[in-house]
């Protein structure tokens, strides 16, 4: 499957921003998707994710400003960011992999595939 995230941006704190990814492939219904971020000089982490069965997780700091989702007939998934802080500021990158399992995975090595960050910047 192929990722592509859009939807990146400059805002002001307290702006909210809606960041999409498209993928291809003919099963993505049955595809776990997330998304992690990483900020300069820091490691990339771990933010949202939705699996298969449309079981949701989150980064504690973005719980309740953030909101993963998915259309299956579109092939997407999208994370809405409210009340962004100047700390979200990072490139998102969307990832998926195969679903089969019921809990959410975090972990980078869990996800297969991954597409082109998008640049999210938030301005004080």
């Known amino acids: 499957v192929q990722l592509q995230a859009s939807g990146g941006g400059l805002v002001q704190a307290g702006d909210s921003l809606s960041l999409s990814c498209a993928a291809s492939?003919?099963?993505?219904?049955?595809?776990?998707m997330a998304w992690f971020r990483q900020a300069p000089g820091k490691e990339r982490e771990f933010v949202a994710a939705i699996n298969s069965i449309g079981y949701t997780d989150y980064l504690e700091s973005v719980k309740g400003r953030f909101t993963v989702s998915r259309d299956n007939a579109k092939k997407t998934v999208l994370l809405q960011m409210n009340s962004l802080k100047v700390e979200d500021t990072a490139v998102y990158y969307c990832?998926?992999?195969?679903?089969?399992?019921?809990?959410?995975?975090?972990?980078?090595?869990?996800?297969?595939?991954w597409g082109w960050g998008t640049q999210v910047t938030v301005s004080s």
């Open positions: 990832a998926g992999r195969y679903g089969g399992r019921i809990n959410v995975q975090r972990g980078i090595t869990d996800y297969d595939y």
């Open positions: 492939g003919r099963t993505f219904s049955n595809y776990d």
